[in-house]
């Protein structure tokens, strides 16, 4: 039963042009179908009234009982374009939720009854501000450059409640994001082409943890998701080329050059850890290259190698949550990046125009994986 209103207003001029646009929808609880697991119906739910916990009888068990939310989106964009060589655009975005239920959470059971009266997310919040700027016909160094600048904010809290508990527990995010990238491109012949550029992004993360008395109105510290304070950074220099070197032959290659810095601080308010802090700086050297051949119009070979990195960021390196009933997973600051190695052979048949064959091989091999594993911390 889901409810969705949407206005937006465009409106131009000879050099500017703006957008506006709002949209709400209102989404009522999920309905499952008639065929299935019988644990999967919502036999019952939880209503709470004056700070008391009920178990009420769901009369069709086939509806998900609170798993309804609403959500509100705003959009403005604005354009300048002075002349044919400039172009400026700046974006504005922001998006809302209402309170936003865990709905698998809230049909766990414990010693036969429900075991949360609560489970949802707080408004899950997101607002981005984006200018970029383009420049054409520029100079010898470039044909065209595209200046990008972007801020973002994402909030979102969890909350939970044990069934007749009257502590509510919450771990609230707040996430500064902001980049910065420039990119160049240039033709240096009729049959080549070089683009360049360079990137910064550097995230930082605010977490706090609460538990609530909603009988007493009272609010204590708690232990957080993530170490607060924590900051990502990411520092960026790349180039690709795309040469033909005739009509059957072509190649297209590329390098990329990455530093992540990773810095986490941990308390020992409600943690005992034998470390203090996570502080990872990474780099590598990533690169791709790829032929196509055409030997003829009905067969096109391909072969391409690549390889990629991934530095840790603060979820892998910080967050302390209980993943699954009987297991926690807890920080390791000595975590490393990484690493895959691909190749791939791919060939395309097409006898006719009604018909195309697409054969494809493909290799990884896949270093220093970053996976969970059985684990004990101070015994």
């Known amino acids: 039963n889901e409810k969705t209103g949407h206005v937006d207003l465009n409106f131009g001029y000879k050099n500017w042009a703006f957008l506006s646009s709002i949209s709400y929808s209102d989404f009522d609880d999920l309905k499952m179908g008639s065929h299935g697991p019988d644990e999967y119906l919502r036999q019952d739910y939880v209503d709470t009234s004056g700070n008391t916990d009920i178990i009420r009888e769901n009369t069709n068990p086939e509806k998900q009982v609170a798993t309804g939310y609403d959500q509100i989106n705003f959009m403005q964009k604005a354009r300048f374009m002075p002349n044919e060589r400039w172009n400026f655009e700046l974006g504005l975005i922001y998006t809302t939720t209402s309170d936003y239920p865990r709905y698998d959470r809230l049909i766990r059971r414990r010693n036969g009854n429900l ?33 990008t600048a972007a801020y973002q904010i994402f909030e979102e809290s ?22 910065t990238n420039i990119d160049f491109e240039k033709k240096l012949s009729t049959d080549t082409f070089l683009h360049y550029g360079a990137e910064y992004i550097l995230n930082t993360v605010n977490s706090k943890g609460y538990a609530i008395d909603i009988t007493a109105n009272t609010k204590e510290a708690a232990p957080s998701r993530y170490p607060d304070g924590s900051s990502w950074q990411s520092a960026a220099a790349y180039l690709s080329l795309k040469h033909k070197f005739n009509e059957r032959v072509r190649l297209q290659t590329g390098l990329r050059y990455n530093f992540i810095n990773v810095k986490s601080t941990f308390s020992d308010q409600f943690y005992d850890f034998p470390f203090e802090e996570a502080n990872i700086n990474t780099g590598a050297l990533t690169g791709t290259a790829g032929i196509s051949w055409l ?67 493909f290799y990884t091999y896949l270093d220093d994986a970053l996976v969970r594993r059985d684990y004990t911390l101070n015994g």
């Open 158 to 179: 969890r909350n939970d409640r044990d069934f007749e508990s009257s502590i509510l527990s919450k771990t609230a995010e707040h996430v500064d994001a902001y980049s």
């Open 115 to 147: 075991r949360s009266a609560e489970w949802y997310y707080g408004p899950q919040r997101w607002f981005m501000g984006n200018l970029q700027v383009t420049h054409k016909n520029g100079s010898k160094y470039y044909d065209n450059v595209q200046f």
């Open 295 to 361: 030997p003829n119009e009905i067969l096109q070979w391909k072969v391409n190698f690549s390889t990629a990195f991934r530095a840790p960021n603060i979820d892998d390196v910080g967050k302390i949550f209980d993943s699954e009933p009987g297991a926690v997973v807890v920080p390791n600051p000595d975590l490393k990046p990484e690493y895959a190695y691909n190749g791939e052979i791919a060939v395309t048949l097409t006898p006719s125009k009604k018909l195309t064959l697409d054969i494809a091989t």
